[in-house]
């Protein structure tokens, strides 16, 4: 009978994706603010508009503030939102803008630009997570390779010296080991969801080398714990 081994996804890898999609979300509405506000720039006509009103908008315990600006264009009066407040603006206060010919609703600015201010807050954004995502997918990659090692590297017999935990939210924390026959020291990558009474000083623990470069190594934390709990239900059962 064929067995199938599903390989297990690395969740560095899966919040590497998410991060990576959210990037990606934050980057796209920016490109559009971005061209939005170089259509207006490009393309709208100058004109002086007069601060006629400085509105106030709650949400919650947050407040924010913009100011209401009135135009002409051919004679006809417009009436329409900033799109950004400074508290050096007043109330008569004259702001230059920028509106569209065919649709002198569409304005801009010329100073600070709401679709601008909006495509550099994205972008940064959408930047810093891509760059997130790609350092976790590095780091995800990595520990995948040393893993790798349980089935090509060299295997040694190592016992537990310490164990040290940060007890957070979510608890981390690495294992320190010694080789048995020698003075090889040993650390594990960070390991997720434990506590020091998963740990026995003393214990065997078995470090997977790279044969080509013994500063590369995988300590098998992860088989230990499920040999130390195979051993403990066994021992229930008795």
């Not at 509105?55 to 950004?84: C, H, M, P, W």
């Not at 976790?136 to 040290?164: C, D, H, M, P």
């Not at 790279?210 to 300590?219: G, H, I, S």
Request: with cysteine; aromatic share 12%.
């Amino acid at each position: 009978m064929e067995i199938h081994r599903h390989r297990k996804v690395s969740p560095l890898k899966i919040l590497a994706l998410i991060l990576l999609l959210i990037g990606i979300g934050f980057l796209i509405p920016s490109v559009f603010f971005y061209k939005d506000a170089d259509y207006l720039v490009k393309n709208g006509i100058l004109t002086d508009a007069t601060i006629i009103e400085i509105i106030t908008i709650r949400s919650g315990d947050d407040e924010n503030k913009n100011a209401i600006v009135e135009y002409f264009v051919n004679g006809q009066k417009y009436v329409n939102n900033l799109g950004f407040y400074s508290k050096s603006m007043r109330v008569g206060q004259t702001v230059q803008i920028r509106y569209l010919p065919e649709n002198p609703n569409r304005i801009i600015r010329i100073k600070t630009g709401l679709e601008f201010v909006l495509f550099l807050s994205f972008s940064s954004l959408g930047i810093g997570f891509l760059v997130t995502a790609v350092i976790s997918f590095i780091i995800a990659k990595k520990g995948g390779n040393l893993r790798g090692l349980r089935e090509t590297g060299q295997k040694i017999n190592a016992v537990i010296t310490s164990a040290i935990i940060n007890n957070n939210i979510r608890p981390y924390g690495r294992v320190y080991c010694k080789a048995k026959d020698g003075e090889a020291e040993y650390k594990s990558k960070i390991i997720y969801d434990v506590t020091l009474s998963n740990f026995n000083i003393g214990d065997k623990i078995d470090v997977y080398e790279n044969t080509f470069n013994r500063t590369k190594y995988y300590v098998d934390v992860e088989g230990y714990l499920k040999a130390k709990h195979s051993s403990e239900n066994q021992n229930e059962i008795f």
